[in-house]
């Protein structure tokens, strides 16, 4: 049974172009949830998505940021028009019903703005 | 909104030092979760607690939940260098599906 998967592992951007990370949840789970961490710190939830509904978007910036779940595919989580501030790592992580039960991370996109 | 307060921020000890972090919900939690996340990984489940009181160990580490289920705590006994890292708890609340997470706590072994 694959785990979370997220990809691409690296992305490099330049300021002003679009980002997109991927994340195919665990087999069976549709609860997937998107975390950034800066360096040195904490994970700051994002978003909370079930398929093809956004559940919790109260982490998420109001502008440049969106994140969808569709019913086929992975979910994805869009920066436009990025910005240095966004270089961070971002986690996808997936539970297999409810919310609060245990949720499975994966190795997470390092994303770097030049 | 509901907070969990994780402390401290970070832990220098010498290996084979026990270590401690502590985790406090401003509300009463229905369950609370430990995780590690490794310099350069991702966090990994460790353990859930769900009962008042509740004590649970993995070798060398104690989780606990208190008896008001408002805190916790994770504590290892006699460091490793493969217990580096860093420890989050994250408490589901009561009246709120979502998990919460602490701020975390870098376990740090002197060289």
């Known amino acids: 049974n694959a785990g979370v998967m997220q990809n691409p592992r690296h992305l490099v951007r330049r300021r002003g172009q679009e980002a997109r990370l991927r994340c195919s949840p665990m087999?069976?789970?549709?609860?997937v949830y998107w975390y950034r961490q800066l360096p040195e710190e904490g994970l700051k939830f994002m978003v909370y998505?079930?398929?093809?509904?956004?559940?919790?978007e109260s982490g998420m910036p109001k502008e440049r940021f969106s994140a969808e779940f569709p019913k086929e595919g992975p979910s994805i989580l869009r920066i436009q028009q990025v910005v240095r501030g966004d270089s961070a790592a971002y986690f996808c992580a997936s539970s297999p019903d409810s919310p609060g039960n245990i949720q499975y991370f994966g190795a997470g996109t390092r994303l770097s703005v030049l | 909104g509901q907070q969990v307060m994780q402390i401290p921020q970070y832990q220098h000890v010498q290996e084979g030092e026990d270590f401690t972090t502590y985790c406090n919900s401003s509300?009463?939690?229905?369950?609370i979760q430990w995780y590690k996340q490794r310099p350069g990984g991702h966090p990994v489940f460790l353990i859930q607690?769900?009962?008042s009181g509740e004590v649970k160990k993995q070798k060398r580490l104690t989780f606990q939940f208190g008896e008001a289920k408002k805190n916790s705590s994770l504590h290892i006994t006699a460091t490793q260098t493969t217990d580096v890292g860093t420890y989050f708890c994250a408490g589901r609340g009561d009246s709120n599906y979502q998990l919460i997470w602490g701020a975390g706590t870098k376990l740090i072994i002197k060289p």
């Open positions: 087999k069976g789970h549709s609860h």
């Open positions: 607690l769900v009962k």
């Open positions: 998505l079930q398929k093809e509904n956004i559940i919790d």
């Open positions: 509300t009463t939690l229905s369950n």
